[in-house]
């Protein structure tokens, strides 16, 4: 066997290790609150804080098997990325062993970050996007968006119709579609099975929201990391690929025309409701917070659930996930446009070899190049057919390029001479 053939085994070697100390870290399932939780906090008028209980986790075989994969690590490009995932592995499983304590925090801002951390700029933060967002939202609230009459659709329809969309992208490959009476988000998918929750109201664009969201991103990622034969890790969904992941996710709303201001508003009150969180908010903070902002128990319930689980619920420790969406949405369009700048179209494709993080892509170019990362089985549509996506980047990068404040000025002083009474 020759030196290059060497390097390939192991370097596969290693992949699939790292693999099997990713199987253990199911976090968010380690992280779900029963539903009695939910009932005994109502039982107490919202007036207590929810009596948490988790299970225990023991990091020792992760940590083992991390051990095992750097021990045969050298110094090239390629090893320091297997470094960093074993890196996010590592924290993945002393978060999990520390659930309902101060090093949980820890752990969790080390995987997925704070709001108050800066986007690639160093100035822009996700706090600031957010509140950016909310800021504009509201403005909006005179104008008349014609929006049809508000309606509940049950799961059973948004499943229906989540399983023809499967069928149509994935074939026999296709995951079931399930609904489930408990869950800890509206939907969550795996390449084997997706799984609705039972009691969530959707509106009339959640189910393409789901479809473009889970189908054609999480489960095509999914399917494609299965598929590839010497990077077993590229199926493996760990926190280290989360930023990536939730941001092709909720770009593919956007790009979809899926995606709507209520959806743009749940996301950004998350992060807001987060760094109260850390600023020492407890879960009945939120819970009010999230209470005047929808005016629904239940769900400021669940929204302030997403926040606490696995954290302190006295505050000063939440779990941060739930900031990465439009953090992720953000460098993943800046990337993209970035494509489109630098004429590097064929980039695009390699996002969804499996399961990644943007920052990955020149080493996974290289592996594709030494044939051990093989090309996307599934894309989703608006790559598979790219023109619209090709053309929008286009546009978009020539916009970036012009001096905004100058512009924005001009119609600054005509806005001004227009009355605010228009719908």
């Known amino acids: 066997m020759n030196r290059i053939e060497v390097e390939k085994e192991r370097i596969t070697k290693i992949s699939s290790i790292l693999y099997s100390a990713s199987q ?23 007036k207590e804080l929810p009596k948490v209980n988790y299970s225990s986790f023991d990091a020792g075989k992760t940590l083992a098997l991390v051990n095992d994969a750097r021990a045969l690590m050298s110094s090239s490009d390629i090893d320091k990325w297997l470094h960093r995932i074993s890196t996010k592995l590592e924290f993945g499983a002393l ?12 752990y969790s801002e080390r995987l997925y970050g704070k709001p108050t951390n800066p986007f690639t700029d160093d100035k822009s933060t996700p706090l600031e996007l957010a509140k950016t967002f909310d800021r504009q939202i509201s403005s909006y609230s005179t104008y008349d968006f014609g929006t049809p009459p508000p309606m509940c659709y049950l799961a059973s329809d948004i499943a229906s119709q989540m399983q023809a969309a499967v069928v149509k992208m994935f074939g026999d490959e296709a995951p079931k579609v399930e609904i489930v009476d408990e869950l800890s988000a509206n939907a969550l998918a795996n390449p084997k099975l997706i799984r609705i929750r039972r009691t969530a109201c959707f509106t009339d664009l959640d189910a393409q929201q789901l479809i473009n969201h889970e189908a054609h991103i999480h489960v095509a990622t999914s399917i494609n990391g299965l598929n590839q034969q010497h990077l077993k890790i590229l199926a493996a969904g760990h926190p280290g690929t989360t930023k990536t992941q939730e941001g092709l996710a909720v770009f593919s709303e956007y790009i979809t025309n899926s995606i709507d201001l209520d959806r743009l508003r749940r996301l950004a009150d998350r992060i807001i409701a987060i760094q109260m969180s850390i600023e020492g908010a407890d879960f009945l903070d939120v819970y009010h917070y999230f209470l005047g902002r929808i005016g629904n128990e239940s769900q400021a319930y669940e929204n302030s659930r997403r926040v606490f689980r696995g954290g302190m619920l006295t505050g000063g420790a939440p779990f ?29 494709k390699l996002l969804f070899c499996g399961k990644l993080d943007i920052e990955d892509i020149p080493v996974l170019y290289k592996l594709e190049e030494i044939g051990l990362c093989q090309p996307p089985k599934y894309l989703p549509p608006w790559v598979k057919d790219a023109r619209y996506l090709l053309a929008y980047l286009t546009c978009s990068g020539f916009l970036n390029s012009m001096d905004m404040p100058k512009i924005y000025s001009h119609y600054d002083q005509l806005l001004d001479n227009i009355p605010k009474t228009l719908k």
């Open 24 to 46: 253990p870290i199911r976090i968010l399932s380690h992280l779900e609150w029963h539903r009695d939780i939910k009932h005994q906090f109502f039982k107490d008028q919202a």
């Open 95 to 106: 978060m999990m062993a520390s659930v309902g304590t101060a090093d949980f925090y820890k």
């Open 320 to 348: 941060t996930k739930d900031g990465v969406y439009l953090e992720g949405l953000i460098r993943v369009h800046n990337f993209l446009k970035a494509i489109a700048v630098n004429g590097r179209a064929d980039c695009l």
